[in-house]
């Protein structure tokens, strides 16, 4: 089949940011070696796109929408209640400057759009599902699908953490549903032709008469140019498991819960624990530390490099990672790829990227349930360090067969050959995406204590 020609519209997309924007780059150059794209995005990512060798015009367009995002950043800087807070604040203004993003597009390639010479519009970025499209309605119009997604987001505030949910800020959460009142919310929903949702909470927020529409296409996954490191070391008698954490010390990741998890295990020199990341909780941290006595054993590294966080995860054995609303879990995949076993919360994204016999999944619930089920895992890993090398392996195969972005641009060219009316069916990977080997697990099914349960197990995501 020929390629199809594809206007890939991804206002954040570039290779020299993190998170969001590098997840939109590094989407939208697989998909360019399964289709014919053309890639739209926004000025600000257009001189890092120039270095990386693509050539405007030809490979890519830059909309200059700086009118208006230029004041909502600003306006959002001054709202949000402090850096790295307030994301439900940062959304609802980036509402206004994404209209006028989109209405810009529109403007430039609305004519080409009309006469055909795109056989399908993919808005891959914002990824967030409370920012509608008009370009759906106007693509269907001109008889042109509308591919829209992988939307991820809107994991509702687990009631158990009110209080991380004020100190990060978020009182718009509180009434988050109102985004279905934004004009375009129902006509992107109805006009676009498929619907590629990166988690089961963002498909469970999917209003049921367009289920039919969904795909599920995890959000997440790693270039594997990137992540070539592995993880080497074998732990020999007597010698600790070393944990990492990887992220933001802000309340919901829950630093805090897996120092108070691990205490006893640190003092016994049983493991130790590496803290990569920065921010608001530093301080607290600083005093749990003092106060259970854990210096010897716990580093807080502070941000890594992302090109070298690779290498330094290597040297450890378990992520550990008890945050309690992520939505993707991107550093969870990282972790893995490299070959660390991940301990996680079962809700939002990482409960969907970590099978039985590649990790352990602890339940939501309270702040001392997830402590007390998180020191069962580890404690449950320093009994048995020998079960890590399977799990280790299995983690590996496991990112490396589903979760990197050719193998995800693979899966968006089938949803691409059906929105071209070139296959039938509708392309169903399975949600969340299954465990691909067949054998039966044997080292993560015992839980701590119980004979025969996994640790936290459960039959799905959020």
């Not at 991820?152 to 949910?165: D, I, T, Y």
């Not at 299995?394 to 490396?400: F, P, S």
């Amino acid at each position: 089949m020929a390629k199809p020609r594809v206007l890939l519209i991804a206002e954040q997309a570039n290779p020299e940011f993190v998170s969001v924007p590098l997840e939109g780059w590094s989407h939208s150059q697989a998909l360019a070696q399964v289709a014919d794209t053309h890639l739209v995005t926004q000025v600000r990512n257009r001189e890092a796109i120039l270095k990386a060798g693509l050539v405007e015009g030809d490979d890519f367009t830059a909309i200059d929408s700086e009118k208006v995002a230029a004041r909502m950043h600003k306006l959002s800087g001054i709202l949000r209640g402090g850096k790295g807070k307030g994301w439900t604040t940062v959304m609802a203004l980036n509402a206004v400057s994404y209209a006028y993003f989109e209405k810009l597009v529109w403007k430039q390639f609305g004519e080409a759009i009309k006469n055909g010479e795109y056989d399908i519009v993919h808005r891959l970025t914002p990824l967030s599902p409370t920012l509608p499209s008009k370009l759906a309605k106007k693509c269907k119009k001109a008889g042109v699908p509308f591919v829209w997604g992988p939307i991820n987001g809107g994991v509702a505030w687990p009631k158990e953490f009110n209080a991380a949910r004020r100190a990060e800020r978020e009182w718009l959460s509180y009434v988050r549903d109102a985004y279905k009142l934004l004009p375009g919310y129902r006509a992107t929903r109805q006009k676009a032709h498929t619907i590629i949702v990166g988690s089961t909470a963002t498909y469970e927020q999917v209003p049921a008469i367009y289920h039919d529409k969904c795909v599920y296409v995890p959000e997440n996954a790693i270039d594997p140019g990137r992540f070539v490191a592995r993880r080497s070391r074998t732990v020999q008698p007597g010698e600790p498991i070393k944990l990492a954490f990887v992220g933001r010390l802000v309340p919901y990741k829950g630093a805090d819960m897996l120092l108070d998890a691990v205490a006893q295990l640190v003092r016994e020199k049983r493991v130790t624990v590496t803290i990569i990341g920065d921010g608001p909780e530093r301080g607290k941290l600083e005093g749990i530390i003092e106060r259970e006595n854990l210096a010897e054993g716990v580093n807080l590294a502070g941000w890594v490099e992302h090109s070298q966080l690779q290498h330094t995860l290597a040297e450890h054995d378990v992520f550990s990672f008890p945050s309690i609303r992520e939505f993707g879990g991107a550093v969870v995949l990282e972790a893995m790829a490299v070959g660390l076993v991940p301990v996680v919360v079962e809700y939002g994204g990482p409960g969907e990227l970590v099978t039985e016999r590649t990790g352990y999944r602890v339940p939501i619930g309270s702040r001392e349930k997830i402590v007390e089920d998180v020191r069962a895992a580890i404690t449950q890993i320093a009994d048995a360090p020998e079960q890590l090398e399977p799990m280790s392996a299995a983690a590996i195969r496991r990112v490396e067969q589903l979760f990197t972005w050719p193998a995800k641009a693979s899966q968006v060219a089938q949803v691409y050959a059906h929105a071209a009316g070139q296959t039938n069916e509708r392309p169903d990977f399975g949600m969340p995406l299954p465990d691909v080997e067949a054998q039966p697990s044997s080292s993560s099914s015992v839980e701590a204590g119980s004979p025969s349960e996994p640790v936290g197990a459960s039959g799905g995501g959020a």
